[in-house]
């Protein structure tokens, strides 16, 4: 039976990162996936160009039972420690917007360089086969992957959420910790676009309409595109307050950010024969200022529309509340929001606080990070700081 110092389940972004630390520090590693090859969510990540981390990470961009978890590893493996990294193998990349980075090439070459990192550290693999068991026999875990068992001392859970099961992705984090007595803070898809239904089937007929908006839910805004599609509403700014809306709850959009307040009287006073969907249309797809006008109910000319009917116009079209009857669920969500309580955690080593030698890191954990490269980097800085220790 072979033996390692540490098994890490899970070959995708964050166990790629531990494994290839801890060989590094010449731990023997076994680096175990049920895929047939490692890294699948980066290959496909950011279009292919993976948006491998964000200029801007702070643990406020973080959504997680204690806000404050993710602090410890965020600050000792920084956005700058990864660009170092990508730059020392010559990898090109470019910021695109609000911090995001990406390579110029292919998100293959992050792989590739992480598969080059593990090959430093002499780290070994198992890939293709199912694990069908973890045991723990109070010295070493023991860990049988289609019938041949491996022991180590030290296991590490970094086999991610349920978001996009076709792609391998499973619960299996949660049922481990489960055995382990770790807590698991429900999962949820997150990133994800949500559904319409009712008299805001409407809106569908707008699909693949796009509109730069300040989407919000409860307190937290975005300021990105939305965008319509057929089954609800998508887009950048609709993702990031999908990871904090909850069901029943509205979503608001501010249609039009970048107007003051009584623009719309203003308009009334330069163009009082124009419409107000073709007011609208000067700063909205045609589309949506037709349905907006619509819904509104003034389909006349400003001239005809008091300025008091045209103030409820502007706050609605900036408070717009639309409610979300569901999300996509995981087989569209991003990453998957909760997962293995941070309360059962070390900060500082991802180690299990009440099983000695268990750890757990990347999205497994209830860890999750804004759109933007910032899951990316939850994954490599909490992979390095297990990496450290192991
Ligand atoms: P990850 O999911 O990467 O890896 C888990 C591994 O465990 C997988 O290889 C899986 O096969 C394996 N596994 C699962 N169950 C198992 C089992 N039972 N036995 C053995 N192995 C098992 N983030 C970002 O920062 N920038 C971006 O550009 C993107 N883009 C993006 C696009 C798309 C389409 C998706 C779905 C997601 C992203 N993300 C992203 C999110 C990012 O991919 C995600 O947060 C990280 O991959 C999480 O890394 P982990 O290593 O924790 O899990």
Request: glycine share 12%.
């Amino acid at each position: 039976m072979p033996n390692y110092d540490a098994i890490i389940l899970g070959a995708g972004a964050a166990g790629l990162m531990c494994a290839a630390v801890a060989g590094q520090r010449a731990r023997r590693v076994l680096l175990v996936d049920h895929a047939d090859e490692p890294g699948k969510k980066i290959i496909i990540s950011g279009g292919g160009r993976c948006n491998f981390t964000n200029v801007n990470t702070a643990a406020d961009r973080y959504i997680s039972a204690n806000p404050h978890f993710a602090k410890s590893a965020l600050g000792r493996y920084t956005a700058a420690d990864f660009i170092a990294l990508v730059e020392s193998y010559g990898i090109a990349w470019h910021e695109k917007t609000l911090g995001q980075l990406f390579c110029d090439g292919s998100a293959k070459q992050i792989v590739a360089m992480l598969l080059d990192e593990c090959a430093k550290g002499r780290v070994d693999w198992s890939l293709g086969r199912a694990v069908t068991g973890v045991a723990h026999d109070g010295d070493d875990f023991r860990v049988s992957i289609d019938g041949r068992d491996v022991t180590a001392p030290a296991l590490v859970i970094a086999t991610g959420g349920p978001s996009i099961p076709r792609m391998g992705a499973t619960g299996f984090a949660y049922d481990l910790a489960r055995q382990f007595g770790l807590k698991v803070v429900e999962p949820r898809p997150a990133l994800v676009p949500l559904t319409l239904g009712g008299d805001e089937t409407l809106f569908r007929s707008l699909s693949g309409v796009a509109a730069d908006v300040v989407a919000s839910c409860g307190k937290t805004a975005f300021r990105e595109a939305a965008l319509f599609t057929h089954r609800g509403l998508s887009g950048p700014s609709i993702l990031q307050v999908s990871s904090y809306w909850r069901h029943g709850q509205p979503v608001g959009i501010d249609f039009l950010p970048d107007r003051d307040a009584g623009w719309l009287q203003d308009a009334k006073r330069t163009t009082p024969r124009a419409t107000l969907r073709k007011t609208l249309a000067g700063a909205l797809p045609d589309r949506l200022a037709e349905i907006l006008a619509e819904r509104l109910g003034m389909t006349g000319e400003l001239s005809a529309l008091t300025d008091k009917k045209l103030a409820e116009a502007e706050r609605r079209l900036s408070h717009w509340n639309f409610t979300p009857n569901g999300s996509e669920g995981y087989a569209k969500a991003e990453v998957t929001a909760g997962g293995i309580s941070t309360a059962d955690l070390s900060s500082q080593t991802m180690e299990a606080k009440r099983t000695k030698n268990l750890y757990a890191i990347g999205e497994a954990v209830d860890v999750t990070g804004w759109l933007g490269g910032y899951n990316f980097q939850w994954a490599w800085a909490s992979g390095w700081a297990a990496g450290q220790v192991l």
